[in-house]
């Protein structure tokens, strides 16, 4: 059992044969097509899913339904919604039924989870409420500031993310600049680290250009003379938005939903910088099951749950938006 | 009433940065009139139809409807609709609910908007067509949607920018009578832009033909065609043998190196002048006996008529006639006096040859 310290002894048989199957499907199309077909340049990409996308993807799957020996199991997910289970069975095995019986039911994975939708949701629809009139503003060619702005989104996303998260560390400390301005204004200090509100501040901050910039596209792509037909047909300014102009850009703000609920729920760089642990959220739970307690297989069972998770929401917001025309990953 | 002005412009200007749209028009529109606005693109006549329609605002100049200043009126609070080049409908809303849109602002009863949809879509010829989205239609039923969702408010105006451009040509010709007739049945004023001299001809009842942001001509289609203002006016409407000529005397021109009796006078005694010749109004006759004689070059069929360029050595002269003649033969022609055109030469010669010659 040599393998089982890192990859299973199959894997290595699993990459061998993906290997050889992108192998016979170049082949194949040299063959079909007598010589380079366009099909080829789509190779290295292949390959590279073939590697580092799908080969991941059935690991995770595996340790998830196997136990720390190899062999199958449901417990892992039995982890998901108790999360003393597995200690339990330790006890109940060296002490006996009754004592086993004390170990408390529930699961802090579940609370960790519905605190992470929770917090994701907040960013979305906080990115939601501020980057609708930010695009808003951005799209309308009358305002000669909108390229302006737009560079302005676009700067800060140059930068490291994590630099960027960091950055926000020295704002909000205690002798950072802004409690630095809040005693020079004779307001006091005030803890604005480590708590809810930073973790939430830090979201917003890094996503919120992914909400905005689906929006600005499927606004800008707008016919100018839909807003003019409508004022028109006897719309004043407000009932053009949202008569005419929100209707229209709706794939956009399905795109940006997307692009700032999923980073959002799977965070976890950001909590732990900005809330000090004192937050988890179930980012932070995986990386540590993986990273901390070196429970694979618990960890990928928790990210299965997760990935299940999005790919839902993924297709009920495809359902508002079938011609994908956000532009999004929707 | 009838000849009330319904709307006027008054030395209206228009600048984009800085480079003049519109220079300096002044125009009315009587009650149930059916104006067309024609001209080459960039002539500026979208956008005196825009600023109509409350799009944009003139530099200068005023913009009375009924007599009241609507300048700085916006678009939602006036008496006229407009139907877009490219239609401009939305999206996000079936037929019924595109046509709907003005009176559902409007706050009207339910039962009257569906009652008036109804009759639109009848009067479009789209009875039945209320729940197709109308990215399903095709570009003549886009069309007619697009009329129907102006007309149903009751316009007093509607502005009409090119309606008709994204059509093939035999359901554009259907639809310039299908409009014109709409417009004599409903009783609407029609202020209709286009760059077709046809369709100008075919529909209005008054014409204007801009050029450069400048009004050249107004007058009926007939007035227009037959006494063109100057030389781009003829060349735009219909087609035209345009030449440099002198006005020798009183109702006696030289132009392609013959002397022509005309009916024009006042121009004074060796005045240049701009000679509008149409191509249909040139007869061939016998070599003998022609004003001037020329070697067919081409023969082109066009359908009712032949096409002609007729070398006379000075000029080759597009001659339209029912009768062929073979190329490479040599023919005369004739002009009556009724049928040529002469005019104040519109700007400085148009090359240098001529500029030589009226330098002498």
């Not at chain 1, 102009?245 to 940006?256: E, K, Q, Y």
């Not at chain 2, 639809?175 to 609407?188: A, F, H």
Request: charged content about 20%; overall charge negative.
């Amino acid at each position: 059992m040599q393998f089982n310290s890192s990859m299973p002894w199959w894997s290595y048989l699993l990459m061998g044969a993906g290997l050889l199957a992108f192998i016979a499907l170049v082949a194949q199309s040299i063959w079909r097509h007598r010589g380079v077909h366009r099909s080829l340049f789509a190779s290295p990409y292949t390959l590279w899913m073939i590697v580092f996308t799908v080969l991941p993807v059935v690991l995770i799957a595996y340790y998830a339904f196997t136990d720390s020996a190899g062999g199958f199991t449901l417990d892992n997910f039995r982890a998901f919604w108790d999360s003393n289970h597995l200690m339990r069975e330790q006890l109940r095995s060296a002490a006996g039924d009754e004592v086993a019986a004390t170990v408390v039911r529930g699961s802090v994975n579940i609370d960790t989870l519905v605190y992470s939708l929770w917090m994701a949701f907040l960013c979305t629809a906080i990115c939601l409420l501020l980057g609708y009139p930010a695009a808003l503003f951005m799209a309308d060619r009358q305002m000669k500031l909108g390229a302006t702005i737009v560079v302005l989104f676009i700067i800060p996303m140059w930068m490291n993310f994590l630099l960027r998260t960091i950055a926000w560390m020295s704002l909000l400390e205690d002798t950072g600049l802004i409690n630095q301005l809040l005693e020079a204004m004779g307001l006091g200090k005030r803890q604005l680290l480590y708590n809810q509100g930073a973790v939430l501040l830090g979201m917003i901050y890094n996503f919120l250009p992914f909400m905005v910039f689906p929006i600005y596209t499927s606004l800008s792509k707008l016919d100018p003379r839909l807003s003019e037909a409508a004022a028109d047909l006897g719309c004043n300014s407000w009932r053009t938005l949202y008569k005419v102009i929100m209707p229209l850009s709706i794939p956009g703000v399905i795109s940006g939903i997307t692009m700032v609920f999923m980073p959002s729920v799977t965070t976890f760089f950001i909590p732990r910088v900005l809330g000090g642990g004192h937050t988890q959220m179930f980012g932070d739970l995986i990386e540590a099951k993986f990273l901390t307690e070196g429970n694979w297989n618990v960890g990928s069972a928790l990210s299965l749950v997760m990935m299940l998770l999005i790919l839902i929401s993924l297709s009920i917001l495809r359902k508002a938006d079938p011609n994908g025309e956000g532009g999004g990953i929707a | 009433m009838e000849n009330e002005h319904l709307i006027d412009l008054i030395h209206v200007s228009k600048d984009f940065d800085g480079v003049k749209v519109l220079d300096d028009i002044s125009l009315y529109i009587r009650k149930k009139e059916f104006v067309t606005l024609l001209g080459p693109s960039g002539c500026g006549k979208t956008t005196t139809l825009r600023i109509i329609g409350g799009f944009e605002t003139p530099s200068e100049g005023q913009l009375l409807f009924e007599g009241r200043d609507i300048v700085s009126l916006p678009p939602y609070k006036r008496r006229v609709n407009t139907v877009f080049q490219k239609y401009a409908l939305f999206p996000h809303l079936n037929v019924h609910d595109n046509i709907a849109f003005g009176l559902k602002i409007k706050k009207t009863p339910k039962a009257e908007i569906d009652r008036r949809v109804e009759q639109m879509l009848e009067l479009v010829g789209l009875k039945g067509y209320g729940k197709r989205r109308v990215e399903a239609l095709s570009g003549g039923q886009q069309q007619r949607v697009a009329i129907a969702r102006s007309l149903v408010n009751e316009p007093e105006v509607l502005l009409l920018d090119e309606p008709l451009g994204a059509l093939d040509l035999k359901l554009r010709k259907e639809m310039q009578l299908e409009l014109k007739s709409m417009q004599q049945r409903l009783g609407i004023t029609f202020l209709y832009v286009t760059h077709d001299q046809e369709e100008a001809l075919t529909m209005s009842d008054t014409i204007v033909v801009m050029r450069d942001g400048k009004i050249l001509q107004i007058g009926d289609p007939k007035h227009i065609y037959d006494e063109p203002a100057n030389a781009f006016v003829a060349d735009f409407i219909g087609e035209s043998n345009i030449l440099s000529g002198t006005m020798i005397r009183d109702e006696l021109v030289a132009f392609a190196g013959s002397e022509f009796p005309c009916v024009d006078f006042g121009f004074g005694s060796n005045a240049p002048v701009d000679v509008v010749v149409r191509p249909e109004d040139i007869t061939l006759v016998g070599e003998d006996v022609g004003q001037l004689t020329g070697t067919i070059r081409s023969v082109i069929f066009k359908g009712v008529h032949y096409e002609m360029m007729i070398d006379t050595g000075s000029y080759v002269f597009k001659v339209h006639s029912t009768t062929m003649q073979p190329q490479g033969s040599r023919v005369g022609l004739s002009i009556v006096p009724f049928n040529i055109h002469i005019m104040q030469p519109m700007n400085a010669p148009r090359n240098e040859k001529e500029a030589q010659d009226s330098a002498v």
